[in-house]
């Protein structure tokens, strides 16, 4: 019983970590962070789609990050972005850890897309702060060179064909569940609409649609790509941000298409400030103050 007691009181603290106010700021900071990589990825895009080229500069994080380092005090805004995006990995952390503090929250998908999504945040902090540490605008690798690389390694290991094609997949199906999640505006279920009057909330609802399921293609075409490359046993088939935000170019819609995509992510990086603004506080866990008070009964 003392052990279930002391397993309980473990569980508790932890959770009252993950609903603190720390946590909370954390979380807002990490999501101004996505925002300011999302809207510049989507200029970035943007400009290729009217241009039809960028100045050398890829539509992806690794053009954002050079963008940001190419500004007056570039190297203290990367460290800014390094911290912001830090927060958003321990926010994410947490609720791997000890569930997210919404209404099936504790679900172990859940806990797991939130390791990944840590994990996503984590890589590209290092990232940032590399550049950050060699200097602003550079040390940055673009997301296509970096898929083909790891795609070429993994599909070296045992089965690793068969890992690239089952990473296409659920990426894929991923974005395509982000796609009817953000028709269905589950995103509001996030959000303090109650502080918001009629026309900010249509405002928030828009952009969150429409940010919402531009992101959710863009991940499905970057699946697609991927099980492509295990298909054909080609890693050149892999592709990442840029390379795919280009290949909307050579459809029928032409650049349109492309710029239509790059709309979307610059909604979603507006979004990310709007969620920051208006996501719920953290609630507390009931049932692990009934757990507690149970063990000390």
């Given amino acids: 019983m003392a052990t279930d007691d002391s397993g309980g009181r473990a569980k508790t603290q932890g959770q009252r970590v993950a609903d603190s106010r720390a946590m ?3 979380s807002r900071v990490g999501l101004c962070a996505r925002g300011v990589i999302y809207v510049l990825v989507g200029l970035l895009a943007v400009r290729i789609g009217l241009a039809g080229d960028s100045g050398g500069k890829e539509a992806d994080r690794s053009g954002a ?11 203290v ?18 609720e791997a850890a000890f569930g997210q503090s919404t209404a099936g929250g504790d679900k172990w998908t859940r806990r797991l897309g939130s390791l990944g ?5 984590i890589v590209i902090c290092i990232s940032v702060a590399q ?5 602003g605008a550079a040390g940055t690798r673009a997301s296509d060179e970096t898929s083909k690389d790891y795609t070429a390694r993994v599909m070296e290991w045992p089965f ?5 094609g089952v990473f296409g997949v659920v990426l894929a199906v991923a974005g395509m569940v982000i796609v009817v999640r953000s028709v269905m505006r589950k995103f509001e279920k996030n959000l303090r609409t109650d502080r918001m009057d009629d026309r900010t909330r249509r405002v928030v609802a828009v952009v969150g649609v429409i940010g919402g ?3 959710g293609v863009v991940a499905a075409a970057i699946g697609v790509f991927a099980l492509l490359a295990a298909v054909r046993f080609d890693p050149g088939q892999a592709k990442g941000l840029d390379e795919t935000l280009r290949s909307f170019a050579d459809t029928p819609a032409g650049p349109w298409l492309l710029i239509a995509a790059a709309l979307g992510l610059l909604m979603f990086g507006l979004y990310s400030f709007c969620e920051a603004r208006w996501r719920k506080a953290p609630e507390h866990h009931p049932a692990a103050g009934q757990s507690l008070s149970r063990g000390n009964g």
């Fill in 65 to 75: 990050v050079r963008t940001i380092g190419e500004q007056p005090y570039g190297r």
């Fill in 77 to 94: 805004l990367l460290w800014a972005l390094v911290v912001g995006l830090a927060a958003m990995a321990l926010w994410r952390l947490s």
């Fill in 117 to 121: 999504v840590a994990v996503f945040y």
């Fill in 160 to 164: 690793g064909r068969v890992l690239v």
């Fill in 24 to 26: 909370e700021v954390a």
């Fill in 213 to 215: 399921v531009a992101c």
């Fill in 131 to 135: 550049t950050a540490l060699v200097g």
